[in-house]
């Protein structure tokens, strides 16, 4: 059960955010309403109701999460793959993974969503903007990944059953799903499952500062900093989203962490 | 007495030279985005052609096209001029920025690296650390986009212990921003401390220096220390990477005019000169860091220097 629920709850808030209806809502009578029977999490500047907001941007954040997360894999995978191969890439990878890791990450997510978003006309349409942070996301990512699978993929390589495989013929392509593949499923299983609330924490700072969607399309991190700017006279604006947040990243590490206790 | 010299000085040098390494690298990464992505380098002249000099200006060759100005460019961190501070070169304005956040920061960086060995330590030693166990572990689940703004409230908004923007003049700000920055960071690093301290204390030779009577402090520091400074430095490291990405959150809403505030102005007016300015900042940061903790701990671990 511990480990289901952090898949339904992403199931819930993945399914809520296909909800378009809801920031449509606007109503100039009920603005700024505090929490109450009628609206759970209160209304916002312009009489949306915030709970439904904030569970939205919830479930919009996480897809961002999910879609950037297969991108990271799948470019991480495929590059350390292809790197363990070429045998002088040594220095070239080391030095590449070094210099990824000495910029945080949100700054370089901040340089390819600038980057990126140059090559478009402009980024005020969601697909674009949801397009933007996706692959930006993902670049600034992969090369921890890279690096791990091009590791594992060299420990193996000089395995006796692998050079059997090759002795019968199999073909590399044989060789990276059956051995290289299944040696690092479960390790990519894992950090995949563990890596999707930093990925939430990246996408809601990114929001914070700007590099996000539109209001249409707000997430948790526009709502926190919306909010933060009437938190002295309401601040159940600033509350609601920044509860939600936390509370999606208490279930998601609680239902990955190890039962087993330090102490 | 020579070789105890030599091999004191070599992996000072040996470092220095793997930064100075880094440091080209880094300066070449930031040039290729000004050769390859298009106004991402304003030269002076670009500004100067609607003045009255521009006839003086006009021959001057652009930016890559002569060597030797482009080695002075590489050299001088010459990154051109920011789109909306007509009159200011970037490396002007991101050395100004920095020069206003380290004030603080290097402050918390230093209390970061020694109060959390010392916490650790401490709680280590505790018989209740199963609850500052706990404690850390509840910190450490909330995000510092929603820490941040929670303290500032309390602190400016609720109880006003300290003035409600930053004020540069008052002691109470700096106090309360390096307060700020550091407690999640700081929480996070102990919390790994601890866990690492437990887990080292079930090797063989830490109950070998037990079954010997030494004391425990002894053991800690003069045994255990040495053994897991390579753990410490690697969590430092990462840790100081969110106490950087906190610093923009605490800015943004505390009204500091440091890097943190300098880099979110240049991302939303889309000013790219000086957002490449501003990585080359937190990246040759990052590598400062990086490299004066390895010598630090290079002297402290001598398993680290037969490494390298």
Redesign the interface.
């Given at each position: 059960m511990r480990k289901l629920t952090p898949l339904f709850l992403i199931m819930a808030l993945v399914g809520f955010s296909f909800q378009h209806t809801i920031s449509s809502q606007i109503d100039p009578s009920r603005i700024f309403l505090s929490p109450g029977a009628s609206f759970w999490g209160g209304t916002d500047s312009l009489g949306r109701d915030l709970l439904q907001r904030s569970l939205r941007g919830a479930g919009l954040s996480l897809l961002i999460c999910l879609f950037s997360l297969i991108l990271t894999y799948v470019m991480g995978m495929v590059l350390g793959g292809v790197l363990s191969f070429w045998k002088r890439a040594n220095h070239l990878v080391i030095?590449i993974v070094?210099?990824f890791d000495?910029?945080?990450?949100?700054?370089l997510v901040?340089?390819f969503s600038?980057?990126i978003s140059?090559g478009f006309v402009a980024t005020s349409s969601a697909n674009a903007a949801f397009s933007i942070l996706v692959i930006s996301i993902a670049l600034s990512a992969w090369p921890p990944i890279a690096r791990y699978v091009r590791l594992e993929i060299l420990q193996l390589k000089g395995k006796d059953f692998l050079n059997a495989t090759i002795v019968l013929g199999g073909s590399p392509f044989y060789l990276a799903r059956t051995h290289y593949l299944r040696a690092i499923w479960p390790w990519v299983k894992l950090s995949a499952a563990h890596s999707i609330p930093q990925f939430i924490?990246i996408e809601?700072?990114l929001s914070?500062?700007?590099?996000g969607m539109n209001s249409d399309y707000a997430t948790l991190?526009y709502l926190?900093f919306e909010g933060?700017k009437n938190?002295?006279i309401y601040?159940h604006l600033?509350v609601v989203p920044?509860v939600i947040?936390?509370l999606i990243?208490?279930i998601l590490?609680w239902g990955l962490q190890e039962t087993k206790e330090?102490? | 007495m020579l070789s105890l010299l030599s091999s004191a000085a070599k992996p000072f040098f040996d470092l220095t030279f793997k930064f100075l390494i880094?440091f080209h690298?880094?300066l070449i990464?930031i040039f290729t985005?000004f050769y390859f992505?298009?106004?991402a380098y304003i030269d002076d002249e670009h500004f100067v052609e609607n003045t009255s000099v521009a006839g003086a200006v006009a021959d001057k060759p652009d930016f890559f096209f002569s060597v030797k100005d482009s080695l002075k460019a590489f050299y001088s961190l010459d990154f051109g001029m920011a789109y909306h501070n007509r009159n200011s070169k970037v490396i002007d304005i991101v050395w100004k920025k920095a020069s206003y956040s380290f004030r603080y920061l290097s402050t918390s960086i230093l209390v970061l690296f020694f109060f959390s060995i010392l916490i650790s330590f401490f709680i280590v030693r505790s018989k209740n650390?199963?609850h500052f166990?706990l404690f850390f572990r509840g910190l450490n689940?909330?995000?510092?986009?929603?820490l941040i703004?929670?303290v500032i409230?309390f602190f400016s908004?609720a109880f006003s212990i300290v003035p409600l923007r930053f004020d540069p003049n008052s002691r109470s700000s700096y106090c309360f921003v390096i307060f700020v920055l550091l407690i999640k960071p700081m929480g996070q690093l102990i919390h790994l401390m601890v866990?690492r301290w437990?887990r080292e204390k079930s090797e063989t030779y830490v109950q070998f220096a037990r079954a010997k009577g030494l004391s425990n402090n002894r053991i800690l520091f003069v045994h255990m220390f040495k053994n897991i400074a390579n753990s410490f430095l690697g969590y430092f490291l990462t840790i100081v990477?969110q106490l950087?990405?906190g610093n923009?959150?605490l800015e943004?809403?505390y009204s500091i005019p440091g890097f943190g505030l300098g880099?979110?102005d240049s991302?939303?007016q889309?000013d790219?000169p000086l957002?490449?300015g501003?990585?080359f900042l937190?990246?040759s940061l990052?590598?400062t860091l990086?490299f004066s903790v390895q010598i630090v701990f290079m002297y402290l671990n001598p398993k680290l220097r037969e490494s390298e």
């Open positions: 030095f070094d210099v000495s910029i945080p990450n949100f700054l901040a340089l600038i980057l140059r924490l809601s700072v914070f500062t700007g590099f991190g926190i933060w938190a002295l601040p600033f920044s947040l936390c990243i208490w590490t330090l102490f | 880094n690298l880094l990464i985005i992505v298009p106004g650390r199963r166990l689940q909330i995000p510092q986009l929603v703004p929670v409230y908004y866990e437990h990477l950087l990405t923009f959150i943004s809403l880099f979110m991302v939303s889309r790219l957002v490449v501003y990585l937190f990246s990052y590598l990086h």
